[in-house]
């Protein structure tokens, strides 16, 4: 009996590492994309003020 609880908390255990390893993947791809967004709206916001000057 207490091999299948060894097992089941090895086997949860692995769930948790990978569930952590996708939302840093997630963090990450997000933290990317929110400051190509501020760049772009930056330029796009400099490009403007520049053509009315």
Not at 2 to 28: D, H, K, M, P, Y
């Amino acid at each position: 009996m207490w091999i299948l609880l060894a097992v089941c908390e090895g086997v949860g255990f692995c769930v948790t590492t990978f569930w952590e390893l996708q939302e840093l993947r997630f963090s990450a791809a997000f933290d990317y994309m929110s400051s190509v967004a501020l760049g772009f709206v930056m330029a796009t916001a400099s490009c403007i003020l520049n053509l009315r000057s």
